[in-house]
């Protein structure tokens, strides 16, 4: 007699046999029958996800004596994920685990320059840090590390030849860096598919090595050939489907994951006033997997470049306001600083 539970493992065992079929690897396989098999549930594992009525309140009276408890230590003693400008931790909680945010913004706004800000912000915390860059080759990033902490620009650091005082600073940014209680794991990753992407981050997690992930940027993504079979030209499908996995990474090993995002075509060409998150490229998928969605915006100047001046837009934030703020770019250093802080006018809270 045929069942509901038959019927879905028939059409599970059928969906497999077509990922055979298709020639999907191995890895993608695996990952797909443990992200299916996590929602059927049905094991003994399940009872961990009911909380009866008279626990939540024993649950919660411990949570309340934790955070009492924590409140008593020190910020960067805490291993919490907050933010490193003042302005950011004043409307956004820190991220929590298996959270998913989004730094979104058009070209050359300084979104990578966040990303790199914030991930080692976070090593100085003492967190494990896993920074997976598409695009920037090793030498350009190490180059902009190096400038951020020397205020050396670049272009002397490529030339190789420095005064002394210069060459004294280069020399005290390694044994500074490298006193720092946590730390970065770089994965250089131009042309790997998500799938390749989050089976490193699953073996980095369970060495130990990954509290939080930054992706930089997800649009750079290869596609894989599941993703080709599946979805053909369709890049908005793909992103999705890329966006799926990595959500499904960041619940599954409750790591929280910084992503970072272009902007569409009519996104680049909004001003920061009308920006909104669904100027984001495949906004729709990629939005609503994120519980803070954080935009970039800065005008163009009249000699052509852009100002310094960054308008942050926070729209959506599923723990705290949704509002918006002007921080600081230097680029010629790849850092931001915050500007005296107050919310521009007309945000909605």
């Given amino acids: 007699m045929s069942t509901p539970e038959n019927a879905v493992l028939m059409a599970l065992a059928q969906e497999t046999m077509r990922r055979c079929y298709a020639e999907e690897d191995a890895i993608s396989i695996r990952q797909w029958m443990e992200e299916q098999l996590r929602h059927m549930g049905g094991s003994a594992e399940d009872d961990d996800a009911i909380l009866t009525w008279q626990e939540s309140f024993d649950y919660y009276d411990a949570l309340l004596e934790k955070r009492l408890q924590d409140s008593a230590v020190p910020v960067v003693d805490r291993k919490v994920l907050d933010w490193k400008w003042p302005s ?63 205020s050396i620009p670049r272009r002397t650091l490529r030339r190789g030849v420095f005064t002394p005082e210069e060459r004294e600073l280069i020399d005290h940014v390694r044994p500074t860096l490298l006193a720092w209680d946590g730390l970065i794991t770089y994965v250089h990753a131009p042309g790997w598919s998500m799938e390749r992407t989050t089976e490193r981050l699953r073996q980095l997690k369970g060495d130990g090595l990954c509290d939080v992930v930054l992706i930089d940027y997800l649009e750079k993504t290869a596609a894989s050939r599941r993703q080709i079979q599946l979805f053909g030209a369709s890049h908005f499908q793909r992103e999705a489907d890329n966006v799926e996995q990595l959500k499904n990474f960041a619940e599954s090993t409750e790591t929280p994951v910084l992503m970072v995002a272009q902007m569409s075509k009519e996104g680049k060409s909004s001003s920061s006033e009308a920006m909104d998150r669904t100027g984001i490229r495949g906004a729709g998928e990629k939005t609503e997997k994120a519980n803070i969605v954080v935009l970039l915006h800065r005008d163009k100047t009249k000699e052509g470049g852009y100002s310094n001046t960054i308008d942050v837009k926070i729209d959506k934030n599923t723990l705290g306001p949704l509002t918006a703020f002007q921080q600081q770019l230097e680029p010629e250093f790849f850092r931001v600083a915050d500007i005296t802080y107050s919310p521009l006018p007309g945000i909605r809270r």
């Fill in 88 to 150: 950011w931790n004043q409307n956004i909680d820190p991220l929590e685990p298996g959270l998913l945010a989004v730094v979104a913004a058009p070209d050359g706004q300084g979104k990578t320059i966040y990303a790199e800000c914030l991930s080692e912000h976070w090593a100085r915390r003492k967190h494990h840090v896993v920074f997976v860059h598409y695009e920037l080759n090793r030498a350009v990033m190490m180059d902009r590390r190096m400038a951020r902490h020397t």
